[in-house]
């Protein structure tokens, strides 16, 4: 009994150091030649196997494709936190602000990864990481500093009179989703925040920005300023 024990643990450490060969090998392939490089053949021929081999590790291409999305999510999140906890807690804006600087960063020097996980959705399959969806799962970090913000000090948010019908309605299902922890204009301001943080960021990627600007970063931090003056106004009345 004590024999067969070590044999299976033993082909289970061989076979998860495989997996991550195959992730590593895939990695390399799309920082090298961006995501249009990630198939089986290529990903085999790497590492002197035959594709149909990969199969007996991942069940489809798809698959091994959503792995690696994964491990780079994992990769963001962890920056993100680290970039978050550079400022104490008693400061909860400045922690966002560090979190959108960790983001900034993290996607200037990773460009192919950032193009592969956030700006391919369209020609992959969804990623689900721990039971939710990547978009919530990475943006939980930047929701849990909302939340931190909001509970510290609420800011100026629209009621729920003064948003569109149609929004409202997909605010409370998000809320639901998220929580439901922040108010529905909380909510908004927050998917508010990241569709400007990612829009910038995603924009400076793919150089986008250079008919206007030589360095985007002035400008970007103009955004994080007007964001934290939002965030720091109290509600009236």
């Given at each position: 009994?004590?024999?067969?024990?070590?044999?299976?643990?033993?082909?289970?450490?061989?076979?998860?150091?495989?997996?991550?060969?195959?992730?590593?090998?895939?990695?390399?392939?799309?920082?090298?030649?961006?995501?249009?490089?990630?198939?089986?053949?290529?990903?085999?021929?790497?590492?002197?196997?035959?594709?149909?081999?990969?199969?007996?590790?991942?069940?489809?291409?798809?698959?091994?494709?959503?792995?690696?999305?994964?491990d780079v999510l994992d990769e963001i999140t962890v920056t993100l936190e680290r970039a978050r906890d550079t400022v104490g807690?008693?400061?909860?804006?400045?922690?966002?602000?560090?979190?959108?600087?960790?983001?900034?960063?993290?996607?200037?020097?990773?460009?192919?990864?950032?193009?592969?996980?956030?700006?391919?959705?369209?020609?992959?399959?969804?990623?689900?990481?721990?039971?939710?969806?990547?978009?919530?799962?990475?943006?939980?970090?930047?929701?849990?500093?909302?939340v931190e913000i909001w509970q510290a000090q609420p800011f100026a948010v629209p009621?729920?009179?003064?948003?569109?019908?149609?929004?409202?309605?997909?605010?409370?299902?998000?809320?639901?989703?998220?929580?439901?922890?922040?108010?529905?204009?909380?909510?908004?301001?927050?998917?508010?925040?990241?569709?400007?943080?990612?829009?910038?960021?995603?924009?400076?990627?793919?150089?986008?920005?250079?008919?206007?600007?030589?360095?985007?970063?002035?400008?970007?931090?103009?955004?994080?300023?007007?964001?934290?003056?939002?965030?720091?106004?109290?509600?009236?009345?």
């Amino acid at each position: 009994m004590v024999v067969e024990q070590a044999a299976v643990t033993r082909r289970s450490r061989v076979r998860d150091a495989t997996v991550a060969e195959i992730k590593a090998t895939a990695r390399t392939l799309l920082v090298a030649e961006g995501p249009e490089a990630l198939t089986l053949r290529a990903i085999a021929r790497a590492m002197g196997m035959t594709a149909p081999a990969l199969y007996r590790y991942f069940d489809s291409h798809e698959a091994l494709v959503g792995a690696v999305c994964m491990d780079v999510l994992d990769e963001i999140t962890v920056t993100l936190e680290r970039a978050r906890d550079t400022v104490g807690t008693d400061d909860p804006v400045g922690r966002l602000m560090a979190a959108c600087r960790g983001f900034r960063d993290w996607s200037l020097a990773h460009p192919r990864e950032f193009q592969l996980v956030f700006a391919s959705a369209g020609e992959r399959p969804p990623v689900e990481h721990e039971g939710v969806g990547e978009d919530l799962s990475f943006g939980a970090v930047f929701l849990a500093i909302f939340v931190e913000i909001w509970q510290a000090q609420p800011f100026a948010v629209p009621d729920d009179t003064e948003l569109p019908d149609r929004l409202v309605q997909q605010l409370r299902r998000f809320s639901w989703y998220a929580g439901g922890v922040l108010p529905l204009g909380a909510l908004a301001a927050y998917l508010s925040g990241w569709v400007r943080l990612y829009g910038g960021v995603t924009i400076e990627v793919f150089g986008h920005l250079g008919f206007a600007l030589d360095d985007p970063e002035p400008m970007f931090e103009a955004m994080l300023a007007d964001m934290r003056r939002q965030l720091s106004t109290p509600p009236t009345g």
